[in-house]
């Protein structure tokens, strides 16, 4: 048996937790720059708030409906994410993080003393109690079918957050309520498809052979779905440590601007920035990486001529995630690729030829010595990121020009209340409010 737990509006969630008062508000959370909407309270939903809205559409239904809404705070979701996905992993025997706020569990053999469902409604009671963060929970004997139970058990009240699918008579039933297009792996084009064959349901899917599945599915992978919702389990946990990310094929750090830049100091500034963050992320999964791209965006909207994005990659001669040498080589991009009197509405910073850090080859007159001063040194510079937190310390080259002629909008973002002491939860003496 799998569990799907997903947690509710995430990101809003994250927010709610640390300010009570927005309990039964519209909210929502903003994209970078502010830009559309990412996340919404149930409340958001019912006054007509769209996920990808626009904010200037939103923001008078938010007035109108005394709505907030924040700009994203990633190092505060992050953190929520990874106390979650603890907690998840001390209740069974194995976890695949699927994204920053789901996971699947492997509850096979797993001993106990309680039913399943008493076990999921638990499981929703202490994640609640310990990190404030609501979740869905939907266990069944296959991943789909565990998905699918999720989405039912958010869809209807009287589930209570929690739906167990252990009898054929229950699977036939939630089958039916789930239209064939929101079925986990079903995208747009494979869904048209099966409207037009008549098959409209997760129920009727689910009766189609393994013939037709693997003709008119794409092969295996149609064939796989169609078993999953019989109750056939195909796919395994992949399981990992939940102090980091699945290990990518590719790593990347891009942004918006909140302003188009022109000047080269600047944009160096940020392209450093984002090399230093990007080598962070490979850092944390352990690899480095043989192939470096940095690539800049002009708007589409404005007077500026065709090409509206440039890129330029480099082959490295040694795998590394040195944040030092990465900058240098993004730096040597960069030049590549800036043109005066353009205005650059975004950049990113791409890392691909992955390997797992350690096994590359020194280069034939490179002291080793001195490489593994360097790899001690980007691990304090990590470490030390982390107690105090990003960016307490980092690269002149990254400050190249003042962040906020480069940074993208966040006028209404909390603080990062868990991973900065500078933005520590603060609670007044008299013990009645919080700031």
């Not at 013939?211 to 999953?228: C, F, M, T």
């Not at 404005?302 to 040498?325: C, I, K, M, R």
Request: glycine fraction near 8%; charge should be positive; include cysteine.
């Amino acid at each position: 048996m799998f569990a799907l737990v997903d947690c509710n509006s995430f990101y809003v969630s994250c927010e709610q937790a640390f300010q009570p008062r927005l309990a039964g508000k519209p909210v929502v959370v903003l994209s970078n720059n502010d830009g559309c909407i990412v996340s919404r309270s149930s409340e958001a939903k019912v006054i007509g708030i769209r996920m990808g809205m626009p904010y200037f559409q939103a923001k008078p239904l938010l007035a109108q409906h005394h709505g907030q809404a924040f700009s994203s705070n990633y190092a505060l979701y992050g953190d929520m994410s990874r106390r979650v996905m603890g907690h998840l992993a001390e209740a069974a025997p194995e976890i695949e993080v699927y994204s920053i706020d789901e996971a699947f569990l492997n509850l096979t053999g797993m001993q106990r003393t309680e039913s399943l469902e008493a076990y999921g409604r638990r499981l929703r009671h202490e994640v609640l109690q310990y990190t404030h963060i609501p979740t869905c929970i939907g266990i069944a004997p296959t991943k789909t079918l565990a998905k699918l139970a999720n989405r039912v058990a958010k869809r209807y009240d009287a589930c209570n957050h929690v739906l167990l699918l252990e009898s054929a008579e229950q699977r036939e039933w939630a089958l039916k309520q789930v239209p064939v297009e929101e079925v986990w792996g079903i995208g747009r084009r494979y869904a048209l498809k099966l409207h037009e064959q008549g098959i409209t349901t997760a129920a009727s899917l689910a009766r189609v052979s393994d013939a037709w599945a693997r003709k008119h599915l794409g092969g295996v992978v149609g064939a796989r779905i169609v078993r999953e919702l019989q109750g056939q389990s195909c796919l395994e946990i992949i399981p990992q440590d939940t102090d980091g990310p699945l290990a990518r094929q590719s790593v990347a750090f891009t942004r918006s601007f909140g302003t188009p830049l022109a000047a080269y100091p600047p944009l160096a500034g940020a392209v450093a920035a984002f090399t230093s963050r990007a080598a962070e992320k490979l850092r944390r999964q352990h690899s480095a990486t043989n192939m470096l791209t940095v690539f800049l965006g002009k708007s589409r909207f404005g007077p500026e001529p065709p090409p509206y994005t440039s890129s330029v990659t480099l082959n490295l001669p040694v795998a590394t995630s040195d944040t030092a040498e990465l900058i240098r080589y993004a730096q040597t991009a960069l030049k590549k690729l800036w043109r005066p009197n353009s205005h650059y509405q975004k950049a990113g910073v791409v890392f691909d030829g992955l390997e797992t850090a350690g096994q590359q080859q020194l280069q034939l007159f490179e002291d080793a010595g001195q490489v593994e001063l360097r790899v001690r040194l980007m691990a304090e510079l990590d470490q030390l990121n982390s107690r105090y937190g990003a960016g307490t310390i980092g690269f002149a080259a990254a400050l190249a020009g003042k962040e906020e002629s480069w940074a993208g909008k966040k006028n209404l973002r909390t603080p990062a209340y868990t991973t900065s002491f500078e933005e520590l939860w603060r609670i007044n003496m008299d013990g009645n409010s919080f700031s």
